[in-house]
């Protein structure tokens, strides 16, 4: 794994960005990435506390800005009361990353209503009620704005056992598209990010088979890197990506590419 970088490929200087599920796992670099690019950064998290406040504590050290806010993104309340108390404490919002959502496995005879209703909520509710919430402080500032949110590859491509995961990120997909067309005439841009399998410490311990085999599968012949799903979300909120908007970018390796037929 390549060292992190702190030197900045984007400048997001005078730009507000909000991270969803933000203080843990692939939100943490996600928040450091946007951070070290110049965004101030909203780190959103519903219950990592610890991580979330000592990941803000070392960007704020390293001379960056950053401030964690705690609300469950499938609540519509504490999301309203979020999205008010990041604009009084930066006073705008220009960036959003729904990066919070949960990926479980179970078949899908054996789902239970509420094992499905837990899955939609956390992965395609929260993406519903964050944007929303985003946009509306984005149409009022009238500078318009980016939405990148994290889908999967399994969004387009199923899986066994994620039944509940490929509808969530197939809905998550299908919703930036229909963002984008109605968001697009206040200047906010809608785009996805489609990540493949991710490195995460003690993944090759706890899951040997499934790594060698999407290493194998995969042209690059290696897992992603959370700073790879990391650049891509940077390009898609710049300036760089300023004509682009309702696209799904698969960050695979190219695994998608595989004959299978």
Known sequence: ?????????????????????????????????????????????????????????????????????QADVTDEVQVNDMVSRIVEQFGRLDILVNNAGIYPLAPF?????????????????????????VSRQMVAQGTGGAVVNIASIEGIHPAPGHSHYIAAKGGVIMLTKSLAAELGPHGIRVNAVSPGLIWREGLDQ????????????????????????????????????????????????????????
């Open 206 to 261: 706890d899951w040997p088979d499934g790594v060698h085999r999407y290493q194998q599968a995969a042209p690059l012949k290696r897992l992603g890197y959370p700073e790879d799903i990391a650049g891509a979300c940077l390009f898609l909120a710049s300036s760089a990506a300023s004509w682009i908007t309702g696209i799904n970018l698969v960050v695979d390796g190219g695994v998608l590419t595989n004959q299978i037929y």
């Open 109 to 133: 005879l054996e789902i239970s209503p509420e094992q499905w209703d837990q899955v939609l909520n956390a992965n395609l509710r929260s993406t519903f009620l964050v944007t929303q919430a």
């Open 1 to 69: 794994m390549e060292e992190f970088s702190q030197t900045p490929q984007y400048n997001f200087k005078g730009k507000v960005a909000l991270v969803t599920g933000g203080g843990s796992g692939l939100g943490t670099t996600l928040s450091q990435s946007f951070a070290y690019a110049g965004a101030k950064v909203a780190v959103n998290y519903r219950s990592s506390a610890v991580s979330a406040d000592q990941l803000a504590a070392e960007i704020n050290q390293s001379g960056y800005r950053a401030v964690a806010f």
